[in-house]
Structures are given as structure tokens and as C-alpha cells.
């Protein structure tokens, strides 16, 4: 037989409240899941109030009835009772008993929770209803309201969590001595490579001010912290140094604007603090301008920065620094990217090991189609070369070449609540006319990253 269409669904449900109101429909009659579509199909006609009265039927029957919740908290949103909405959804999660009603139950949260404005709370119950969505469609469907969510939402939450160990915790040299005015000079364990493992944390806040027709808003914060924990083999090498003394945290506070459209152009101010072991390192106060153009199915970006570093540890070493940064990000067959950049940096200072200009290329690929077992490829290499005009080692100046490469693969196999681990793998190496700054790098770091 044909499905009753909405008007006789609706006359369904109307004709099972007036026998549930008069005691005409004993509760034999009556099985619980021809309540739970007249409760649905009232709520879809627009009829919360009759859906409520369905829904509560339904709870005197059974007060563990998680569906019966679900219908509950969608009706009383739709009547503006967004507070008592969420407390029905949040029950709803409670008493579910499989992965179909923990979904409408986390459906029902969000939906309540961005009514009332709390647009930070409802992304993560779409996280919760992708994480439990009984299908690929269903997961599709949580991750849309979640971008649209997203979108609506004037703050943005960023948390970055990693553990690296790596092979040069200090920047230290690689070289165990090297000669000066024709003497042989040996590097102090401390000032040549220490192993360990880096433990960063990042979280990162921004609010958007309401749009205007020219432009957008933001305020930002960001805090960030780096601990070292050194390995037995680096504190054999260097008894005096503690993983401490390479600690690294920063603060900052920024002020955007951007404009989008064909041709997008954004501002924004830094002030920033570091530290370093634990001592204060430097303020800074930076500009960036930038614009971006779409050619076709690439679009070219370019920037300039501006930058004035205050050192606390030594005032010499202060710094006034000159970015010029441009590139190309290209769609390419499959939906692979390709980002290529080059970039220009001059940075003026007292101090002869700050004062220098660099030159650099970059390259980024991304690949759109994941590997077997889910894993998402992602390749990027780096090149850099820096100049010192003056050097206390060397009459001609120094001439640093810095070769960078990483291999990323992220886990999605092993997503929750929208995040999945990334494996990166980096390699790094300096060569130098100086050999004090021959350096080498090897790091594995495990993070996350969202996957919608």
C-alpha cells in the first residue's frame, strides 16, 4: 500500500491525541512506534505543540524512550524553548542504546544549542553525530550543518597538540670542532646537537566582529609552549644543559581585516611576546599586508610583512625585518594542490648574526585521493639561502644553504569526533662556509588535524 501523505499523516496524529486525550485509545492499542511517526510527522508539519504532547506520551509510557527525547527536544526548538530543547537532546544521548539514536540525539543537541546562539557548543555535538552517524550519508549530512555552523559562528577555537622527537633539539651544530684564523676550536657539548623530544601545544582563539560592506573584522589570541625533554645520550653529552633551557613559549595578540572577491586583500597586526628557557626572549610588533587573485582554476598570492623585534636578552640584537613573500596554488588532475612560493627577507640589525638577507622556495603537494588504508599524502620541500655580510669567523662573510623536506601521511582511518592523527616526518640540513653552523635535523612528530 502506499505511504499516507502528510496531510493524512498529520490527521493521524491529531485523531491519536484527541484518543489519548479522552482515554479512547488504551495504550494496548497503540504500539509505540506508530507514536514515534505521528510524533515526527506532527513536528515535520510544523505542529510542535501537538508533537510535544506526543513526545510526552510517549516518555509517561516509557521515560527511557530516547526517540521519544529526540521528538521532544526538535518540537520544543521549534517553539523558541531552546534551553529545555537541549536538556530533552542531552537525555536523548543518554538513554540511546545504539548509533541511529545517539545521532538524532546529537542532531537535536546541535540544532537547540545554535538556536540559542551557542554555535561553539553545537560544532561539537555535529562532531559527536559524525562520529556516530550510522552511515556515509548520515556522516555527509553532520559534517555540512557543521561547516554551516561553522560559518555562522563568530568564534573559531584552534588547538594543536604534537610530540616530536628530533635529532637537534638546541639548533646545535653538527660538527664537534671547527678552525678559526687556522686554530682548531672544539665545540662545547652544548653547543653542538642535542637529541629529545619536543612537546608543543598551541590554542588559538579569533572572533569575528559582525560584516561590513567593506570588509572583515577579527580579533585574535594565541598561546603556544614548547617543552624539551632531552635524551640520556644529550645529557651525557652536555651534563650542565637541562631540556628547560630549550623551552619556548610565545603569546599573541592580533587585529585583522580582510576584504574578499576576485581580487581578496587582508591586514593584520601582531604584538607578540617570547620566552625562551624560560626567560623573557623578545617583543615584537608585526604588519602584514597580502592580496590574493583567482587566474583561472589557481589563484597567485603575494605579501609584505613588517616586523620590529625588541630583544630582552640582549638589546643588540634587536631587529628590523623587511618579508616579501609570493606564490601560486594550483588545482591539479584528481584534485591534487600544488603550492609553489618565493620569498625574500632583509633583516637589519646590530648584530652581525642577525643582520643578513635570505632568499627562499618553496613547494607543497597535497594529494587529494587517499592511499590504501586511508592515508592522505602530503609532500613539501624547502630551500633557503641566507647571507652575512660580516662574520667574527670569516673575512669574506658567511653564506648559510638551508634544505628542508617533509613527508606527511594523516591517519583517517583513525578519526574521533572529526580529528585524526598526522605522522610527519622532517628532514633538515645547513651547510655553511662557517662550520660552527653546519647543522642536521631528523624529527617525527605526531599531531592532529581536523578532518572537516
Not at 112 to 129: E, P, V
Request: cysteine-free; aromatic content about 6%.
Amino acid at each position: 500500500m502506499p505511504r499516507p501523505g502528510p496531510i493524512a499523516r498529520l490527521a493521524g496524529a491529531a485523531a491519536l491525541m484527541l484518543a489519548l486525550a479522552v482515554g479512547a485509545a488504551p495504550a494496548r492499542d497503540l504500539t509505540p512506534d506508530q507514536m514515534r511517526r505521528a510524533g515526527y510527522d506532527a513536528q515535520a508539519a510544523g505542529q510542535a505543540e501537538l508533537a510535544v504532547q506526543i513526545a510526552q506520551a510517549l516518555i509517561a509510557r516509557d521515560p527511557a524512550d530516547a526517540v521519544a527525547h529526540v521528538i521532544l527536544s526538535r518540537a520544543l526548538r521549534d517553539l523558541g524553548r531552546f534551553d529545555p530543547a537541549a536538556t530533552a537532546a542531552r537525555r536523548a544521548w543518554a538513554l540511546a542504546t545504539d548509533d541511529a539514536q545517539r545521532y538524532g540525539a546529537a542532531l537535536a543537541a546541535a540544532q537547540a544549542l545554535s538556536s540559542a546562539g551557542q554555535r561553539t557548543a553545537a560544532q561539537l555535538w555535529l562532531r559527536r553525530a559524525a562520529q556516530v552517524a550510522p552511515t556515509p550519508l548520515a556522516r555527509t549530512i553532520a559534517e555540512r550543518d557543521h561547516a554551516y555552523v561553522r560559518s555562522r559562528n563568530p568564534w573559531s577555537l584552534r588547538l594543536d597538540l604534537s610530540v616530536a622527537p628530533s635529532s637537534n633539539v638546541n639548533n646545535g651544530s653538527s660538527q664537534d670542532s671547527f678552525d678559526f684564523l687556522g686554530l682548531p676550536f672544539v665545540l662545547s657539548g652544548d653547543a653542538r646537537a642535542l637529541s629529545g623530544v619536543e612537546t608543543r601545544l598551541g590554542l588559538s582563539a579569533r572572533y569575528r566582529l559582525p560584516p561590513s560592506g567593506r570588509g572583515q573584522t577579527a580579533l585574535r589570541l594565541s598561546l603556544q609552549q614548547t617543552v624539551v625533554d632531552l635524551s640520556e645520550a644529550a645529557r651525557t653529552q652536555a651534563p650542565g644543559a637541562r631540556g628547560s633551557d630549550y623551552d619556548f613559549a610565545a603569546v599573541e595578540a592580533g587585529l585583522s581585516w580582510q576584504r574578499p572577491g576576485r581580487v581578496g586583500w587582508g591586514v593584520e597586526a601582531t604584538l607578540g611576546h617570547n620566552l625562551y628557557g624560560g626567560a623573557p626572549l623578545s617583543d615584537y610588533l608585526r604588519l602584514d599586508l597580502t592580496a590574493d587573485r583567482r587566474l583561472g582554476r589557481g589563484r597567485a598570492f603575494a605579501g609584505l610583512g613588517l616586523e620590529r623585534q625588541i630583544r630582552r636578552d640582549l638589546a643588540m640584537r634587536s631587529a628590523s625585518i623587511l618579508t616579501l613573500r609570493g606564490g601560486w596554488t594550483q588545482p591539479l588532475a584528481r584534485g591534487d594542490r600544488l603550492q609553489l612560493a618565493a620569498g625574500a627577507r632583509r633583516s637589519l640589525s646590530d648584530a652581525v648574526e642577525i643582520d643578513h638577507t635570505a632568499l627562499t622556495l618553496s613547494a607543497d603537494w597535497q594529494r587529494a585521493a587517499p592511499l590504501p588504508m586511508d592515508l592522505r599524502l602530503g609532500l613539501s620541500l624547502g630551500v633557503e639561502a641566507r647571507d652575512y655580510a660580516i662574520s667574527p669567523y670569516t673575512a669574506d662573510g658567511r653564506q648559510d644553504l638551508r634544505l628542508t623536506g617533509a613527508v606527511s601521511l594523516g591517519l583517517e582511518r583513525l578519526d574521533y569526533l572529526g580529528f585524526h592523527p598526522v605522522l610527519r616526518i622532517e628532514a633538515g640540513q645547513v651547510r655553511s662556509n662557517v662550520a660552527l653552523y653546519d647543522s642536521q635535523t631528523l624529527g617525527l612528530s605526531l599531531g592532529l588535524r581536523s578532518s572537516f
